[in-house]
């Protein structure tokens, strides 16, 4: 991903950094510049640069083609402010496992890491499994450079001059926080230098705002979907092989509190399962894929199959199935007409044109092929009625105020919180003031103070 950064020098001062050309048979690029030192307390270290960024833009100008004596002369004639656009190597560096030291009534070092898949922080835990120490980048609300949480300054002016030391002393150096889940669970963490800092803080700050970003789109909730679907199947995999047995199933259902009938439960197992005979590797285990199978199986939803069926075209004569055949609705379509047609009967949304049902196809159609020809099949309509057209209550009010707020206070029910300081239970809780920003982000508007 790309970074702007501005470097601010005093006369005399270096901007705190060195340059090497690419090498067009080790690095990604065949040419250009990297950042192949950046000097500890620099400006250029201060500003996030880190070793291995590629040099982009200097000062606006492209040089991803200028050869090192002509970037270095733009650099040197650039004054006493540079402006560098950089490919951040921060992910990258984030993948390789680091000594983070965790702070949790206790200081506790452990090595974390990046998964590959850019999704999950991982870290090597003395109790927790592989499977459970791991924090989902898309559940991350927040990053807080240095101590900015309640916890985490009140173990530092408890603790001895030693392990304030270990903390960042008085300026906090290299600690950060990362504020994770519905919950907004605190995890707070040293680093244990400028570089390692850098790259993660920038790192997570990027990766998370790129899944919130990603998140307001249909796609973004396939891409969450797949990964949430991904950390079950492996905290369902007893055994770490990869596959899942009938039992293995049946025993994360419950996890998942799913009370799913034996029966049913057997039916879908076995119609996932793609290897049917007994001497086929695999027979009577699901693999990630046959798993994603499964689970589109367990959560379809017959109702809209039928909607698209009654509205769409189909290439099946449904009367003439036996009573036995489940139907997965595959091979029906709704193209911008029928749909139109389904919202003007079935939604009375006599306002809507087919262009803007041919964007809503567009939107909402994960089948590239479905997507091209104007169509949408079951799981594109799925999503478009379980987003924003398909809400009881108009969208738009989710956006603008479209109450009549002209009237005394005491006439509007508020949202509301008592014992809000409160993390856990009134009895034995600890009382935090992240409790407050929780909710106030839910939406709560009455705190109560103590």
């Known amino acids: 991903?790309?970074?702007?950064?501005?470097?601010?020098?005093?006369?005399?001062?270096?901007?705190?950094?060195?340059?090497?050309?690419?090498?067009?048979?080790?690095?990604?690029?065949?040419?250009?510049?990297?950042?192949?030192?950046?000097?500890?307390?620099?400006?250029?270290?201060?500003?996030?640069?880190?070793?291995?960024?590629?040099?982009?833009?200097?000062?606006?100008?492209?040089?991803?083609?200028?050869?090192?004596?002509?970037?270095?002369?733009?650099?040197?004639?650039?004054?006493?402010?540079?402006?560098?656009?950089?490919?951040?190597?921060?992910?990258?560096?984030?993948?390789?496992?680091?000594?983070?030291?965790?702070?949790?009534?206790?200081?506790?070092?452990?090595?974390?890491?990046?998964?590959e898949d850019n999704m999950r922080v991982c870290w090597r835990s003395k109790h927790k499994k592989a499977t459970t120490a791991i924090l989902r980048v898309g559940d991350i609300k927040e990053v807080r450079l240095g101590r900015q949480s309640h916890t985490f300054e009140d173990f530092y002016q408890s603790a001895s001059p030693r392990v304030r030391t270990l903390l960042g002393g008085e300026d906090a150096f290299f600690c950060f926080s990362i504020v994770v889940g519905e919950d907004y669970e605190v995890v707070d963490l040293v680093a244990p230098n400028e570089p390692t800092f850098n790259a993660w803080t920038i790192g997570l700050d990027f990766l998370s705002g790129k899944c919130r970003k990603e998140m307001l789109t249909p796609a973004g909730v396939d891409v969450e979907r797949d990964a949430w679907l991904r950390e079950v199947f492996i905290r369902g995999d007893l055994n770490n092989d990869n596959e899942l047995t009938l039992n293995e199933v049946r025993v994360l259902l419950k996890k998942l509190n799913l009370d799913l009938p034996e029966n049913d439960m057997r039916r879908l197992f076995y119609e996932a399962d793609q290897d049917k005979g007994k001497r086929d590797k695999g027979h009577n285990l699901l693999n990630f894929q046959e798993f994603k199978t499964f689970y589109k199986n367990l959560a379809s939803r017959d109702e809209l199959g039928s909607i698209m069926v009654q509205y769409g075209s189909s290439k099946i004569d449904r009367k003439?199935?036996?009573?036995?055949?489940?139907?997965?609705?595959?091979?029906?379509?709704?193209?911008?007409?029928?749909?139109?047609?389904?919202?003007?009967?079935?939604?009375?949304?006599?306002?809507?044109?087919?262009?803007?049902?041919?964007?809503?196809?567009?939107?909402?159609?994960?089948?590239?092929?479905?997507?091209?020809?104007?169509?949408l099949s079951l799981d594109g309509f799925t999503r478009l009625m379980t987003g924003e057209m398909g809400m009881a209550f108009n969208p738009k009010h989710q956006r603008d105020v479209y109450q009549d707020m002209t009237q005394p206070l005491t006439h509007y029910f508020i949202a509301s919180s008592h014992n809000t300081y409160l993390m856990e239970d009134q009895l034995r809780g600890p009382s935090d003031v992240e409790a407050y920003i929780r909710a106030m982000l839910m939406g709560c508007r009455c705190v109560e103070l103590d």
């Open 1 to 115: 991903f790309l970074r702007e950064v501005t470097l601010t020098v005093k006369p005399g001062q270096r901007f705190g950094f060195d340059l090497s050309a690419a090498k067009p048979n080790e690095d990604t690029h065949s040419s250009g510049q990297y950042i192949c030192g950046v000097d500890v307390g620099s400006p250029s270290s201060r500003a996030g640069l880190l070793k291995g960024d590629y040099l982009v833009k200097v000062n606006n100008d492209l040089v991803t083609s200028k050869n090192h004596s002509q970037v270095v002369d733009l650099i040197k004639g650039s004054g006493s402010t540079l402006r560098l656009t950089v490919e951040s190597n921060a992910i990258s560096q984030m993948r390789i496992p680091v000594l983070l030291t965790k702070v949790r009534g206790k200081l506790c070092s452990r090595l974390f890491w990046l998964s």
């Open 320 to 375: 003439a199935l036996s009573m036995t055949f489940r139907d997965t609705f595959d091979d029906v379509t709704l193209d911008a007409a029928q749909l139109l047609n389904f919202f003007k009967v079935e939604q009375q949304q006599g306002d809507l044109t087919k262009e803007a049902c041919e964007a809503l196809i567009k939107d909402y159609e994960p089948n590239a092929v479905f997507r091209d020809a104007g169509k």
